[in-house]
């Protein structure tokens, strides 16, 4: 296993792991899909194989669990990583709705996720993160931007 199959089978096992009941509940969703879908059954066991990152383990993620561990828990880290490794980021389609009331509380919002970038830049510059961590930080940030700019566009501002 290369060290990026490696690393996206990790994440995708966090991913099943942070749902809740676990990755239990994540594969018993997985083998239901299948059932119903007509798919040729696979034992829990091999699953839990298929989702584990170790060298001992025989097992190798396939695709279509990944994308379903994503859809299952909403958590689309692996997809994140894999992007990055090819010099990617992801942006979500759905439109960057304003959250605050106006154009100054959305501004507000922006700065921590700002400063938290800049920070992870510097980090990285010092080796100490990852780019995927600087990348993860950069769409947050940028999502955040973008709210603000729809907000000052629309000027749709709710009064108190």
């Given at each position: 296993?290369?060290?990026?199959?490696r690393k996206t089978t990790s994440l995708t096992q966090a991913?099943?792991?942070?749902?809740?009941?676990?990755?239990?509940?994540?594969?018993?969703?997985?083998?239901?899909?299948?059932?119903?879908?007509?798919?040729?059954?696979?034992?829990?066991?091999?699953?839990?194989?298929?989702?584990?990152?170790?060298?001992?383990?025989?097992?190798?993620?396939?695709?279509?669990?990944?994308?379903?561990?994503?859809?299952?828990?909403?958590?689309?880290?692996?997809?994140?990583?894999?992007?990055?490794?090819?010099?990617?980021?992801?942006?979500?389609?759905?439109?960057?709705?304003p959250d605050a009331p106006t154009l100054e509380a959305e501004?507000?919002?922006?700065?921590?996720?700002?400063?938290?970038?800049?920070?992870?830049?510097?980090?990285?510059?010092?080796?100490?993160?990852?780019?995927?961590?600087?990348?993860?930080?950069?769409?947050?940030?940028?999502?955040?931007?973008?709210?603000?700019?729809?907000?000052?566009?629309?000027?749709?501002?709710?009064?108190?």
């Amino acid at each position: 296993m290369t060290d990026a199959e490696r690393k996206t089978t990790s994440l995708t096992q966090a991913a099943a792991q942070g749902y809740p009941g676990g990755m239990t509940a994540v594969v018993r969703i997985i083998t239901k899909d299948d059932a119903v879908a007509g798919r040729k059954a696979r034992a829990a066991s091999t699953l839990y194989g298929d989702f584990s990152p170790h060298e001992s383990s025989n097992g190798r993620l396939k695709v279509g669990d990944m994308i379903r561990v994503m859809q299952i828990t909403g958590d689309h880290e692996p997809l994140r990583f894999l992007a990055a490794l090819f010099g990617y980021t992801i942006s979500p389609l759905n439109p960057h709705e304003p959250d605050a009331p106006t154009l100054e509380a959305e501004a507000l919002q922006d700065y921590p996720d700002v400063v938290a970038l800049h920070r992870a830049l510097c980090a990285y510059r010092d080796g100490q993160t990852t780019m995927e961590a600087c990348l993860a930080l950069l769409e947050t940030a940028t999502s955040n931007l973008r709210q603000t700019f729809s907000r000052a566009i629309k000027g749709d501002e709710v009064r108190q």
